[in-house]
Structures are given as C-alpha cells and as structure tokens.
C-alpha cells in the first residue's frame, strides 16, 4: 500500500502569521496533533504540534537552566529559546524544516521514517504543495482494514476512495477535513469524527452510492461540540460493551 491509499485529503491547515491561540484551539476543536502551515497558494512552510506549546512562558513552563549552562549554549540558542516560549505569532513557534513524503510512497518507507525520526505525521506534498496528510492515526486504520484478511490490492479500491472524496467535496454540509475511509475489496470502513449525528447515516449512504461498493463499516465517532460527549456507532459501541 502507498500514502494514497491511506492519507487524509481534506486538511486542516493555518497560516504562519496567524495567533498561537488560533492554532491551539484548531488543534483541540479537531482532536489533532499537528497543523501544516501553508502560504496563499498553498506551499508548505513548516508545521505545528501540541509539542511546541509544551514550553511556554504563560504556563511557566518555559526552561530554567543553571547560569553555567546558560554560558555554554551561547545568547544565539537561548535568544532562539525565547522566541519559541515567548512569541504570539504561528511562525515562532512552528517547526520550518518539515519531513514530508509523497503520495506514491510506499506505508514501509513512512514507517521507517516515523521510527527514525520520532514523529507522528507526514504531510504529502506535490510540487511543495500540500495534498494530504499521512499520521500514525491513518496506519492503524488501514492495518484494521486489512488486519484479517490476505493481501489483494485492487485499483477499484482506489477508485472508489477518489469517488467517495470527489462527492464529499461536493456536498456543502459534509465535515470534510475529519472523514478518512479506509477501503479494501470493496469494503468501505468510515473513520473520523462528526459534530452531528446525522452525518452518520448521510456519510453511510454516501460510501454506498458509489461504485464497485459492495459494504460499509461504520467506525464514526460522534463528538457533541456543546457537552463533549462522545458517541460511537452501533456495532463499534456493542464491541467496547463486549470487551
């Protein structure tokens, strides 16, 4: 399998002159990790993590080093410690140089990429411009989806990830940035987080429409944006009461 197969299209992304307090809300209202930074056109200019905001000056995190080691880092580290602790802005805080992967990279390489450099996400890019998102998140979806079954990749399978995209794009009430189907054999499996239930059963109806499909697994979660509450679907709920 490749990151085609598996990224997340719809990203959501922020601008670098945008507020720290912007992107902290955008990462908790998604339930994501990271934010891709992108210019007018798209480009990609670093990324942005709940690591970055571990050390910060309003939380009095910030770190507190012996005047010795102070002197041994030298003013330009520390000058550039306090411009990631101190500054209000995306592009003080964000990472610049970003490890990106492409859409025909094979899962294998991302793997080992993730391991090697101990991060949780790629962003896709095509011609340095962003077309996806690739996280561990993804990997585990599609290892659900082929976990029992012998390995038959098939083009309809794409096909029909395309097709299922092309018509959520299309549709002005569809949560498009947190929707990630996983298909195999013609089998579509729903995954991500809705803010209506009634997305639930459009998003169903939606994967079933398509061509080439021949079932629809159900793994929405259900986020009330008012109380919090997170609710599963049917048979996803009937297994966690089960185990």
């Known amino acids: ?84 602790t101190h500054g209000r802005r995306v592009a003080d805080v964000m990472t610049r140089r970003v490890h990106t992967v492409a859409e025909d990279t094979p899962l294998e390489v991302v793997v080992r990429r993730m391991e090697k450099h101990r991060i949780k996400r790629f962003p896709v890019v095509q011609d340095g411009k962003l077309v996806g998102i690739v996280s561990r998140a993804n990997l585990l979806r599609a290892l659900a989806a082929v976990a029992q079954e012998v390995p038959n990749s098939d083009e309809n399978d794409s096909r029909i990830r395309d097709a299922f995209f092309t018509e959520l794009e299309r549709q002005p009430w569809a949560p498009r940035t947190s929707i990630n189907p996983v298909v195999r054999n013609g089998v579509v499996e729903l995954w991500g987080n809705i803010f209506d239930e009634r997305e639930r059963e459009a998003l169903c109806v939606m994967a079933r429409n398509l061509c080439g499909v021949k079932d629809v697994q159900d793994h929405l979660v259900w986020i009330d944006p008012t109380s919090g509450f997170i609710g599963l679907s049917a048979e996803d709920e009937k297994k966690r009461t089960a185990g």
């Open 1 to 84: 399998m490749k990151v085609a197969d598996v990224m997340t299209r719809q990203v959501v992304t922020i601008d670098k002159d945008a507020p720290i307090g912007t992107a902290a809300r955008l990462l908790l209202e998604h339930r994501i990790s990271g934010l891709p930074v992108v210019d007018g056109a798209g480009n990609l200019e670093g990324i942005i993590t709940e690591g970055d905001f571990l050390r910060r000056a309003e939380t009095g995190t910030q770190r507190r080093r012996p005047r010795w080691l102070e002197f041994l880092l030298g003013p330009g580290r520390l000058a550039q410690e306090y411009v990631h």
